[in-house]
């Protein structure tokens, strides 16, 4: 077993004591912290609120491993801070407040991060599941250019692949991707690089 394999196990196993808590974040450190109150999937959209689905096991084990992966990065370069959903990053109160799957905040930027995050991460993940192919790639996506997040990425399952888009000019352009095999690159996060094996390379698993 490879080093980062052997962290990846120790990652998914911790995740999921973690996850009998109510509400969790990640940093570097592999801090926690825990809110008073249950899970809320609700997210503003355009005005609108919009409750999601829990996710299934296969979106929640490849966000474990995607989570890890930039967390045994950071314990070296210590940028700044990684957390996950479910936690609500309010870009505009009332309008838009919407929970990436996963999302990155750079040290310098932590000043949004309070109750909740109040202002525009530096880079934000959304994995696409069944029925959410639409919210994530086009009106998630819509959004997070709007409020110029400097980077965005999808994770579709189904196709083993992963997209980086990279704020340019007006909008977003394709930074990074691959689909089946092969790396994918950040921008922001400096030096990160994810070998899709790595993500999707042993599930045999049909989601419920």
């Known amino acids: 077993m490879t080093e980062i394999s052997e962290a990846i196990s120790n990652a998914i196993a911790l995740v999921q004591q973690l996850l009998k808590h109510n509400s969790l974040c990640l940093n570097y450190h592999m801090e926690t912290q825990v809110s008073d109150t249950d899970f809320d999937l609700t997210e503003i959209i355009n005005g609108v609120e919009v409750m999601g689905p829990s996710p299934f096991g296969r979106h929640q084990a490849i966000s474990m491993r995607i989570v890890d992966i930039i967390l045994y990065h ?28 996963i999302l990155f905040i750079r040290k310098e930027n932590m000043g949004i991060f309070q109750d909740y995050i109040r202002g525009v991460p530096d880079m934000v993940c959304e ?26 990425w999808i994770v579709i399952p189904e196709l083993e692949t992963i997209e980086v888009f990279c704020i340019e000019g007006d909008g977003y352009e394709v930074f990074s991707l691959a689909e089946g095999e092969g790396v994918v690159r950040s921008r922001v996060i400096e030096g990160l690089e994810i070998n899709i094996k790595d993500v999707f390379g042993d599930f045999h698993f049909q989601e419920v």
């Open 127 to 152: 994995i696409v599941s069944k029925g959410s192919v639409t919210k994530d790639t086009v009106t998630k996506k819509k959004i997070y250019e709007q409020f110029r997040v400097a980077e965005y």
């Open 74 to 101: 950071l314990r070296s370069k210590r940028t700044g801070n990684l957390y996950f959903s479910p936690l609500d990053v309010i870009l505009k109160e009332g309008v838009q407040k919407l929970q990436p799957d």
